[in-house]
């Protein structure tokens, strides 16, 4: 890349932005992206369903999402939002690159997490395609990835379970990284106390059906924002877009003599 002033820009300037959502089974993570503006699916799993979307079919290698991402920075179209559905359909995909690549069997052969780490190498040769797309291209970027519970160790308090993204600890750091926003679909829920006799209650969780698109981390799950988002949403697309400077083209350096 050559530098020089004629390629200044400020860096406030908006760029398509590139998002995480992940949820719980079933929630509408799938709905909300294809109701983006002018989506491409890269599917490595069937979560369309019957919705109507535009899609390369099942993508059921690391080699056929890279493919797919080349045609999308070469070729000519009007596709304004890239998704990838699902992070953690992905994964296994780029462990058998990463054992290819170093002639292991299985991506634990190394050991102590060596595995884990080189494949990280491979996700950011996917990541920085998309952040191509994103700067070269003007496409918004959303990736897909389900919902898994896990401990969390915090160095203040004890530990506690919470939501998190279904991806192996490395990998999961490193997407967030390269992330505008880290989104966490899920149902309301409301707790209802009952007497079960001898004066004992117990609680339980009641979902009322709204859904919820949470921005801001919290004990119970891993979120963020650089979009000074409400901490909780309604999961719709317009609400979501209404927050955040999407497809805005960055301002033009002026010309210099």
Known sequence: ?????????????????RLLVYGVAGVGKTKLAADAPGPIFLQTED????????????????EDVQDALDVLYRE????????????????????KRTCRDNNWPDIEKPGFGKGYIAALDVWRDIL??????????????????????????????????????????????????HVDAVLFA?????????????????????????????????????AKNRFGLAESLTLDWPTLAAG????TPATPAPERN
């Open 128 to 177: 920085d395609g998309m952040t191509l797309l994103r700067d070269e291209r003007g496409m918004g970027v959303i990736l897909i990835a389900h919902a898994d519970i896990k401990r969390f160790d915090s160095p203040e308090t004890e530990p506690y379970d919470r939501y998190q993204p279904k991806l192996q600890s490395r990998a999961a750091a490193l997407v967030q990284e």
């Open 1 to 17: 890349m050559a530098i020089s002033l004629a390629s200044l820009r400020r860096s406030g300037d908006a760029f398509p932005p």
């Open 76 to 95: 000519d179209h009007g596709f304004q939002t890239v998704v990838l559905d699902s992070l953690d359909w992905l994964e296994p995909m780029i462990w």
């Open 244 to 247: 955040i400077p999407f497809y």
């Open 47 to 62: 979560g369309l369903g019957k919705l109507s979307a535009d899609t390369f079919g099942m993508l059921r290698s690391y």
């Open 186 to 222: 899920n149902y309301r829920i409301s707790t209802l106390k009952s007497d079960v006799g001898f004066k004992k209650q117990v609680t339980r969780g009641v979902s009322g059906g709204d859904r919820l698109l949470h921005t801001v981390e919290r004990p119970a799950f891993l």
